[in-house]
């Protein structure tokens, strides 16, 4: 269990990362991709709420901690 929190957590550490870099570039071409890509997520309410749900915690590793 505490091997899969690890990941977790450092993939939520990268997802951070990757967004505060994302929303700071000050490039046009990023801008652009970006709100495209925050458009089309909006459009897909199914991969927008697994994405909240795994932020959350309650990804498919939840399971192996309600075992435990």
């Known amino acids: 269990y505490s091997r ?9 550490q990268l997802t951070t990362d ?6 700071s570039s000050p490039l046009l071409p990023v801008k ?12 897909l309410p ?3 709420q697994r994405l909240v749900s795994h932020a959350l915690g309650r990804s ?3 399971s192996v ?4």
Request: hydrophobic letters at 45%; proline letters at 0%.
């Open 60 to 62: 498919h590793h939840s």
């Open 32 to 43: 652009i991709l970006r709100n495209a890509g925050m458009s089309l997520l909006n459009k």
């Open 4 to 12: 899969l929190r690890k990941e977790d957590v450092l993939l939520m």
């Open 46 to 48: 199914f991969i927008k």
């Open 18 to 23: 990757g967004l505060q870099n994302l929303f």
């Open 65 to 68: 901690k309600e075992r435990t």
